[in-house]
């Protein structure tokens, strides 16, 4: 079956750098990916999408890839600060936009 | 809008007690859905629906029963809880239109069964 897998290891990075999350997915290419943004003790909240005939997706200092040859997307955040500091979930569409999570990447950035 | 509220914030059930985790959002939104986050691990889907009175089983649903008599409201109920179902729930729901992907999360409630 499709699973999702992101870098279970926190990201520490110095503010200003930019982060750089991967999430590689097994078996077939999803139709669209999804990734989401989740704060200690609150619900997830939708980042960005791309879909499988796209490249790359931007939206402000975020930067989304979809690459179907590597099986991979990745997420960028640059010109990152202390705020950006949370946990990063990628996350496929099934049927019905059912998602099927990874265990997300919690990035730190020091200031 | 408030979006999607969920009732209680926390709870903690003995093991065999029964407890309905409410969530309603206010987005006339047809989709709705229960996930369940262990600690460390993404969410697990349990159960979703599409409309009021249509639901069904997600990746996890043992344990649980949903219904959804009104577009607005979409209650899980846990029968019997087990240790096994310790965890954080989160509902969400999304929009029909086929440009509406992105789902909406609620807030989450927190249940310990010991």
């Known amino acids: 079956s499709q699973k999702i897998e992101q870098n279970s290891e926190a990201l520490n990075i110095q503010e200003g750098k930019t982060a750089t999350l991967t999430c590689n997915y097994t078996?077939?290419?999803?139709?669209?990916l999804q990734w989401y943004r989740q704060d200690p003790g609150r619900g997830p909240v939708f980042l960005l999408l791309?879909?499988?005939?796209?490249k790359e997706k931007r939206k402000e200092r975020l930067k989304v890839t979809f690459d179907t040859t590597l099986k991979q997307s990745l997420f960028h955040i640059t010109a990152s600060q202390p705020a950006d500091s949370a946990t990063y979930l990628c996350?496929?569409?099934?049927?019905?936009?059912?998602?099927?999570f990874g265990a997300g990447t919690r990035l730190a950035v020091h200031p | 809008n408030a979006g999607v509220t969920q009732t209680p914030k926390f709870r903690i059930l003995k093991i065999g007690q029964s407890m309905t985790l409410q969530c309603t959002q206010d987005?006339?939104?047809?989709?709705m859905y229960w996930y369940r986050q262990d600690p460390g691990m993404g969410l697990k889907l349990i159960y979703y629906?599409?409309?009021?009175?249509?639901?069904d089983k997600g990746e996890v649903p043992n344990g649980y029963n949903v219904s959804r008599s009104t577009t607005e409201d979409f209650p899980l109920r846990l029968e019997l809880a087990a240790p096994s179902q310790t965890s954080v729930y989160f509902c969400?729901?999304?929009?029909?239109?086929?440009?509406?992907?992105?789902?909406?999360f609620g807030p989450g409630t927190r249940l310990t069964v010991t």
């Open positions: 969400a729901s999304k929009g029909t239109t086929q440009s509406s992907y992105e789902q909406y």
């Open positions: 078996n077939y290419s999803p139709a669209y």
């Open positions: 791309i879909r499988e005939n796209e």
């Open positions: 996350a496929y569409s099934g049927g019905y936009n059912k998602l099927i």
């Open positions: 987005m006339n939104h047809n989709y």
């Open positions: 629906s599409v409309g009021a009175g249509i639901t």
